[in-house]
C-alpha cells in the first residue's frame, strides 16, 4: 500500500512579497529532502500562483511505501530541519494521508 501524504499551507507574513518568497523557500527546502531521505518514493512542493487571496500558499505531495516508512520520514533529520523552518513562518496547516 503507497500512503500519500499531502500537507498545504497558509504562511504568516503580511505582505504578498514576503510570502511568496517564504513559499519559494519551503517549496525548494521541501524538494530537495528527495535523495537526503530514504523513505521518501516521490516529493512535489509549490508555491502557490493563482488566486492568492483564496488559495493556500504552498503545497507539499509525497509518497511513501507506508505508514510507518512516513513515521520514518517525519523524524529524519534532515526533515526535522526543514520542518523547523517551515514551523517558523506559517500560520495555518492542514494535511491528509491516504492510500493510492
Known amino acids: ?12 507574513a ?22 537526503e531521505v530514504p523513505q521518501i518514493l516521490s516529493i512535489t ?20 511505501e507506508s505508514i510507518a516508512a512516513l513515521e520514518e520520514y517525519q523524524v529524519h533529520p534532515a526533515h526535522v530541519e526543514v520542518s523547523t523552518f517551515v514551523r517558523s513562518v506559517v500560520s495555518s496547516r492542514a494535511s491528509v494521508d491516504f492510500e493510492i
Do not use: C, S
Not at 1 to 12: D, E, F, G, N, Q
Open 1 to 12: 500500500m503507497t500512503i500519500r501524504h499531502v500537507v498545504t499551507w497558509k504562511l504568516a
Open 14 to 35: 503580511d505582505d504578498a512579497a514576503t510570502r511568496h518568497e517564504h513559499a519559494t523557500e519551503v517549496a525548494r527546502r521541501l524538494n530537495g529532502l528527495q535523495g
Open 45 to 64: 512542493a509549490g508555491a502557490n500562483v493563482a488566486y492568492p487571496e483564496a488559495n493556500w500558499d504552498v503545497t507539499l505531495v509525497a509518497d511513501f
